[in-house]
């Protein structure tokens, strides 16, 4: 299987973006603590790396939502309504095309870093 490597520097990170989004969960009232919202990882499809994180937040009960296709048609047909946390795993176009879908519905990105990877440039990302 050919595909972006994921090294253990960029686990490294994808752990302190993991702990930053229990900060932030931290940070939510009691009644927001009380019905939490579901968390969703989006992820670019096309990309190996992208995969194989996406599947580790899926095995931890998230939901998964592959970024394929229409980009504005994806926004409209799974942003439309608060999704709690969402982790992402996009390249940087992407990230910045959902991160302004995103702020219109009232979330923000959080937490942001570049993973390695060989063939294109991988994002991990945080919004809530």
Do not use: C
């Not at 959902?98 to 870093?113: D, I, K, M, P, S």
């Amino acid at each position: 299987m050919t595909g972006a490597m994921i090294s253990r520097r960029d686990l490294i990170k994808i752990g302190g973006l993991v702990t930053a989004a229990g900060a932030i969960g931290l940070g939510q009232s009691a009644a927001q603590a009380a019905s939490p919202l579901p968390s969703t990882v989006i992820f670019d499809a096309a990309h190996d790396g992208a995969r194989r994180l996406a599947e580790r937040n899926h095995s931890a009960g998230w939901a998964r939502l592959a970024l394929r296709g229409d980009r504005w048609q994806f926004a409209q047909d799974h942003l439309g309504q608060p999704a709690g946390t969402i982790v992402g795993y996009t390249g940087w176009s992407d990230f910045v095309f959902l991160r302004g879908a995103l702020h219109e519905r009232g979330l923000r990105v959080h937490a942001q870093t570049r993973l390695a990877a060989p063939r294109a440039s991988l994002f991990s990302w945080i919004a809530h």
